[in-house]
Nanobody, 124 residues
Framework: QVQLVESGGGLVQAGGSLRLSCATS????????LGWFRQAPGKEREFVAA????????NYADSVKGRFTITRDNAKNTVYLEMNSLKLEDTAAYYC?????????????????WGQGTQVTVSS
């Protein structure tokens, strides 16, 4: 069983920064593709970023490219999402997820394990 626990969300002004963390438990963490998704009220869950098991490959949604950075520390079983130049439209609940097979990573249904989410609110 894999458990994921997000932290680091909060209230930030537009233009500010936040760093989300997702601590995982369970074996084989280092072999999983890890992703971040977000969901705003009334909207579908959308892909934000993903990182390969080694950290050598990353993928970003166009809406966050150049502003967000995903990294992982396999020694700490943790994945991070550094968010800079935050915009009002980044307001959402952010979820981390683990994918046990394959690299295709933009579809939520392809992930096997999910965290409970952490709220990010960007104010003007």
């Amino acid at each position: 069983q894999v458990q994921l626990v997000e932290s680091g969300g909060g209230l930030v002004q537009a233009g500010g920064s936040l760093r989300l963390s997702c601590a995982t438990s369970g074996r084989s963490f280092s072999s999983y593709v890890l992703g971040w998704f977000r969901q705003a009220p009334g909207k579908e869950r959308e892909f934000v970023a993903a990182i390969s098991w080694s950290g050598g490959r990353t993928n970003y949604a166009d809406s966050v490219k150049g502003r967000f950075t995903i990294t992982r520390d396999n020694a700490k079983n943790t994945v991070y999402l550094e968010m800079n130049s935050l915009k009002l439209e980044d307001t959402a609940a952010y979820y981390c997820a683990a994918k046990t097979t394959g690299w295709t990573n933009v579809y939520a249904k392809g992930y096997d394990y999910w965290g409970q989410g952490t709220q990010v609110t960007v104010s003007s």
